[in-house]
């Protein structure tokens, strides 16, 4: 009934940690598989022995849950020690989902991070075990997210062919809100990206190469990673200066359509400023475009970040 008091709070201790190539929540893809080349190195706690990942490699794909840490809306159930949420550390019922353009649908009707208990639940490929490492690859978690779980992917019980979704949940929904026609780099930039990218130190570095950083890169803005009123203000053409950071001389900025040739396909909007997403612990830089394309201009490394 109404009045009957809910299930008691229940707290446990995440088994490790996930050391991702998302080094924030913007950029961080929207589901798992979306971006191929996103590495994440699980680290479990001293506590877990490493025999409890024996047998895993046998395996293509795994589950990882995980908590929402990052949330800007606190922890939700999970705060005071997993008892009743504290004041303010509300959840909305209702969300605002991006492939709908802002509608909004029952949360727990969506994937929304913002969720009465923030767990999260991502599939991946297991690229490699190693003692009390795991290496993931396709994974959508932001750097530093506590795992409370892994659990190996069975087809034959979980792959369920006739399954149905809504239509906005398809690979491509019409009328996509999210689609990036084409994803070009100013001249040089992918250079720059690869040097910055190979000054990082061994935490950061989780791609297998200065390329396949910049084809991380290319994945990610593959699709609309901005927050639904970024992407409302750009196209109203409304003020984007909220938008822009300080940078140092080591950052490549495009200036005009001279300096890069390639932005004469992408027709760049100079009226907006550079947009920025941190990879990896590399600030790259980027600007939209008309037809709803991308251009990658430049980057930096940042010794620190904040979610």
């Given at each position: 009934?109404?009045?009957?008091?809910?299930?008691?709070?229940?707290?446990?201790?995440?088994?490790?940690?996930?050391r991702?190539?998302?080094?924030?929540?913007?950029?961080?893809?929207?589901?798992?598989?979306?971006?191929?080349?996103?590495r994440?190195?699980?680290?479990?706690?001293?506590?877990?022995?490493?025999?409890a990942?024996?047998?895993?490699?046998?395996?293509?794909?795994?589950?990882?849950?995980?908590?929402?840490?990052?949330?800007?809306?606190?922890l939700?159930?999970?705060?005071?020690?997993?008892?009743?949420?504290?004041?303010?550390?509300?959840?909305?019922?209702?969300?605002?989902?991006?492939?709908?353009?802002?509608?909004?649908?029952?949360?727990?009707?969506?994937?929304?991070?913002h969720?009465?208990?923030?767990i999260?639940?991502?599939?991946?490929?297991?690229?490699?075990?190693?003692?009390?490492?795991?290496?993931?690859?396709g994974?959508?978690?932001?750097?530093?997210?506590?795992?409370?779980?892994?659990?190996?992917?069975?087809?034959?019980?979980e792959?369920?062919?006739?399954a149905?979704?809504?239509?906005?949940?398809?690979?491509?929904?019409?009328?996509?809100?999210?689609?990036?026609?084409?994803?070009?780099?100013?001249?040089?930039?992918?250079?720059?990206?690869?040097?910055?990218?190979?000054?990082?130190?061994?935490?950061?570095?989780?791609?297998?190469?200065?390329?396949?950083?910049?084809?991380?890169?290319?994945?990610?803005?593959?699709?609309?990673?901005?927050?639904?009123?970024?992407?409302?203000?750009?196209?109203?053409?409304?003020?984007?200066?909220?938008?822009t950071?300080?940078?140092?001389?080591?950052?490549?900025?495009?200036?005009?359509?001279?300096?890069?040739?390639?932005?004469?396909a992408?027709?760049?909007d100079?009226?907006?400023?550079?947009?920025?997403v941190?990879?990896?612990?590399?600030?790259?830089?980027?600007?939209?475009?008309?037809?709803r394309?991308?251009?990658?201009?430049?980057?930096?490394r940042?010794?620190?970040?904040?979610?």
């Amino acid at each position: 009934s109404a009045s009957s008091p809910g299930p008691p709070p229940m707290a446990f201790t995440p088994i490790g940690v996930a050391r991702s190539c998302f080094s924030q929540r913007n950029g961080t893809p929207r589901q798992p598989l979306l971006v191929p080349g996103a590495r994440a190195r699980i680290e479990l706690a001293p506590w877990v022995p490493p025999l409890a990942l024996d047998g895993l490699d046998g395996y293509s794909h795994c589950w990882v849950l995980y908590i929402f840490h990052a949330n800007t809306d606190g922890l939700g159930a999970l705060d005071a020690s997993l008892g009743p949420p504290k004041p303010g550390a509300t959840f909305r019922a209702k969300v605002r989902v991006p492939r709908l353009d802002g509608k909004k649908m029952g949360v727990l009707a969506t994937r929304s991070p913002h969720r009465p208990v923030p767990i999260g639940l991502s599939i991946a490929k297991v690229e490699s075990v190693t003692g009390r490492i795991v290496v993931i690859s396709g994974a959508d978690i932001v750097d530093g997210s506590p795992v409370v779980d892994i659990k190996p992917y069975v087809p034959f019980c979980e792959s369920i062919p006739d399954a149905v979704a809504p239509i906005w949940v398809q690979v491509e929904a019409p009328n996509e809100p999210l689609h990036i026609s084409l994803v070009l780099f100013c001249d040089g930039a992918k250079d720059v990206l690869r040097k910055i990218w190979m000054e990082g130190s061994g935490h950061s570095r989780l791609s297998s190469s200065g390329d396949a950083f910049v084809e991380l890169v290319f994945q990610v803005l593959s699709r609309d990673i901005r927050s639904i009123h970024k992407r409302t203000q750009f196209e109203l053409g409304g003020d984007m200066s909220h938008c822009t950071s300080d940078h140092t001389d080591d950052t490549v900025q495009l200036q005009d359509k001279e300096d890069c040739p390639a932005a004469d396909a992408a027709e760049v909007d100079h009226n907006t400023h550079e947009l920025h997403v941190i990879l990896e612990g590399v600030e790259v830089a980027y600007r939209m475009c008309k037809q709803r394309q991308v251009m990658v201009t430049g980057g930096r490394r940042v010794s620190e970040y904040k979610y």
